[in-house]
Each structure stands twice: as structure tokens, then as C-alpha cells.
């Protein structure tokens, strides 16, 4: 009679250590977003201003000259490398300080940046001419590394470790000032009146 009790209590510990909920990172409260969901939602609004920026430029050769409207696309691509070399040296340091932990996960998007602000940094004085192409050129370059820093977020919403704080604002710097970029373009594009 003994050995059946004990059967049945090992049978329940076991039974309830089965049913026992595991979380290895805290939930978040309902209607909270996360970080990594909040870069995911500016992502669309990126390929929003993507589409206006190519708008504007198309609008723009009506009224201003090629010359005109590719110093503007320059001017502002300009200011955006700056801003992409300095993400990038904050994801470099991070990758030292954590290699074993984001170098898988942000190594892609570390090439992307450095091939990014490579190729938009050169000078291309017989595409710059023409500036519906030069915009082409330039927001292929910004469509990549923004689906590069999409695919990176994905990798860190799925991986257990959470992204350090200076990753995270780098990340987010790319976003913002890629969304900034697009946006400041298109104003500057519309017709003075």
C-alpha cells in the first residue's frame, strides 16, 4: 500500500513539473510594444517615404534642373553617410565587447553598413547627372541596408539574449535617420513658392 501512494505522489510531482510555464524573458504588459517590434512598425513607414522620395524627385525635374536636383539628393545622402559611420563605429565597439553573443547577428548587417556608406560616399559624376537615376542608385543602396537592419531586428526578436543598450540605439539611429533622410529629401524637393 506504501509503494502505491508513493507511485501516485511521484507520478503527481511529475505531472505538475510537465505543466509548469517557463518564460526566460518577462512578457510584455498587453498593449506594450517592444523595441524591436516599435523598429519593425518605422520600417513600413520607411518604405513609405521611400515611395513619396521617388515621387518627389519624378515632380521635381518638371520645375528644377537635373543639377539642381541632384545637389540636394548629394547634400542629403552627404549628411546620412555621416550618420551611418557613426553607427557603425557603435556596432563595431558592441561587436567587441560581445562578439560571442551579436556577432552572428549583426555581422550581415555590418558589412551592409560599411558597404553602404562606401558606395555612397563614391562620386559618380555621369550618373549624378542625370538625377532620376542618381536617386535610383541612392535609394537601392538605402532599400538594402534598411532590409539588412530588418533582418537583423528578426534575429534579435528571436534570439533569448536581449540586444545591449547602445545596440539598440544604433539600430534605431539607422531607421531614424534613413526615415529623416527620405523625408528631409522630399521637402526640399517640393516647388518654392
Same mark, same amino acid.
Given at each position: 500500500?506504501?509503494?502505491?501512494?508513493?507511485?501516485?505522489?511521484?507520478?503527481?510531482?511529475?505531472?505538475?513539473?510537465?505543466?509548469?510555464?517557463?518564460?526566460?524573458?518577462?512578457?510584455?504588459?498587453?498593449?506594450?510594444?517592444?523595441?524591436?517590434?516599435?523598429?519593425?512598425?518605422?520600417?513600413?513607414?520607411?518604405?513609405?517615404?521611400?515611395?513619396?522620395?521617388?515621387?518627389?524627385?519624378?515632380?521635381?525635374?518638371?520645375?528644377?534642373?537635373?543639377?539642381?536636383?541632384?545637389?540636394?539628393?548629394?547634400?542629403? =545622402?552627404?549628411?546620412?553617410?555621416?550618420? &551611418? !559611420?557613426?553607427?557603425?563605429?557603435?556596432?563595431?565597439?558592441? $561587436?567587441? *565587447?560581445?562578439? %560571442?553573443?551579436?556577432?552572428?547577428?549583426?555581422?550581415?548587417?555590418?558589412?551592409?553598413?560599411?558597404?553602404?556608406?562606401?558606395?555612397?560616399?563614391?562620386?559618380?559624376p555621369e550618373v549624378a547627372?542625370?538625377?532620376?537615376?542618381?536617386?535610383?542608385?541612392?535609394?537601392?543602396n538605402l532599400q538594402s541596408?534598411?532590409?539588412?537592419?530588418?533582418?537583423?531586428?528578426?534575429k534579435l526578436k528571436q534570439?533569448?539574449?536581449?540586444? =545591449?543598450?547602445?545596440?539598440?540605439?544604433? &539600430? !534605431?539611429?539607422?531607421?531614424?535617420?534613413?526615415?529623416?533622410? $527620405?523625408? *528631409?529629401?522630399? %521637402?526640399?524637393?517640393?516647388?518654392?513658392?
Amino acid at each position: 500500500m506504501a509503494k502505491l501512494v508513493y507511485l501516485i505522489l511521484a507520478l503527481c510531482v511529475v505531472q505538475g513539473t510537465f505543466g509548469l510555464v517557463r518564460r526566460d524573458a518577462p512578457a510584455t504588459p498587453t498593449g506594450e510594444k517592444s523595441f524591436l517590434d516599435n523598429l519593425l512598425e518605422v520600417g513600413g513607414k520607411i518604405q513609405v517615404a521611400f515611395d513619396e522620395t521617388r515621387q518627389s524627385v519624378l515632380k521635381s525635374l518638371g520645375f528644377q534642373s537635373d543639377e539642381e536636383v541632384v545637389q540636394t539628393i548629394q547634400k542629403n =545622402t552627404n549628411q546620412y553617410v555621416e550618420r &551611418l !559611420k557613426s553607427v557603425q563605429g557603435t556596432i563595431d565597439q558592441e $561587436l567587441k *565587447k560581445h562578439t %560571442d553573443v551579436f556577432d552572428p547577428i549583426v555581422k550581415d548587417l555590418n558589412t551592409k553598413l560599411a558597404e553602404t556608406t562606401a558606395t555612397l560616399s563614391q562620386q559618380h559624376p555621369e550618373v549624378a547627372q542625370k538625377a532620376k537615376e542618381y536617386q535610383q542608385q541612392v535609394q537601392t543602396n538605402l532599400q538594402s541596408l534598411v532590409a539588412e537592419a530588418q533582418k537583423t531586428v528578426e534575429k534579435l526578436k528571436q534570439d533569448t539574449r536581449a540586444p =545591449t543598450e547602445e545596440l539598440q540605439k544604433a &539600430l !534605431k539611429q539607422i531607421y531614424d535617420s534613413t526615415f529623416e533622410t $527620405l523625408t *528631409k529629401t522630399v %521637402d526640399e524637393l517640393k516647388p518654392k513658392n
